[in-house]
């Protein structure tokens, strides 16, 4: 069985600085992993994906994340926050040898950006 | 913009009614999964849609059931609602082809249950 456990249910930044998003998942089988965000309103757009290969990955606007199998993470991260990034992100995980089945997301991280 | 598109955006509904959303699929895409997000939480699988099929099914009662037609579009049906049942609910699309299948989100519906 899978689980996303995502530290945090709120996290705030000033405009400028660092943006670090914790995830940590448990997965019996590879996982292919998922950062999705939620703006107010609408639907969910994907951020970005690790499925094989390279560990670090990246997404658009300016985010990427990192795969690390012995931790069980894959952590968002972005350089320099942005006001337009005040959003809700959901990690979500899902068995890569049955991919394309089930999401299974964490509860989300509600992110909030100040000038 | 995913391709995917959701109607109707709102809904309200009384308890006991019966409700049907409507989703339709991104160009190409053979398969269709629904999502139930209450209030403050993640997106929870009710189940999914493959080639006309469901293809897998989340802890929902039978009262949840869902079509898919040919030309891949899809619906949500929801019996004997209850105030619980209110929440956006979220479709996402596939393409079902030896690989990462992503899936991609329509806007959602949400519903009301009064």
């Known amino acids: 069985a899978q689980s996303v456990t995502q530290l945090g249910s709120h996290v705030s930044v000033s405009e400028g600085a660092l943006v670090l998003l914790r995830c940590n998942y448990s997965?019996?089988?590879?996982?292919?992993l998922f950062w999705y965000v939620q703006y107010p309103n609408q639907g969910l757009q994907l951020l970005l994906k690790?499925?094989?290969?390279?560990?670090l990955v990246k997404g658009i606007n300016g985010f990427e994340a990192e795969f690390k199998k012995s931790e069980t993470s894959f952590h968002l991260t972005k350089p320099s926050a942005h006001m337009s990034d005040a959003a809700e992100y959901f990690c979500?995980?899902?068995?890569?040898?049955?991919?394309?089945?089930?999401?299974?997301f964490g509860k989300g991280t509600t992110l909030s950006v100040s000038s | 913009e995913t391709g995917v598109t959701q109607s109707p955006t709102h809904l309200i509904k009384t308890r006991g009614q019966q409700v049907t959303l409507r989703c339709s699929s991104q160009s190409g895409h053979n398969t269709v999964s629904w999502y139930q997000q209450a209030l403050g939480q993640g997106p929870q699988f009710i189940f999914q849609?493959?080639?006309?099929?469901?293809?897998g099914r989340g802890n929902f009662p039978p009262r949840f059931s869902g079509l898919q037609f040919p030309n891949y579009s899809s619906e949500l049906n929801v019996n004997a609602l209850e105030l619980d049942d209110s929440a956006l609910y979220l479709c996402?699309?596939?393409?079902?082809?030896?690989?990462?299948?992503?899936?991609?989100f329509g806007a959602g519906t949400r519903l009301s249950v009064l």
């Open positions: 997965s019996s089988v590879p996982p292919y």
């Open positions: 979500a995980v899902t068995p890569a040898n049955q991919a394309g089945t089930a999401l299974i």
């Open positions: 996402a699309s596939s393409l079902a082809v030896g690989g990462q299948n992503i899936q991609y």
């Open positions: 690790y499925t094989t290969g390279a560990t």
């Open positions: 849609y493959y080639r006309e099929e469901e293809n």
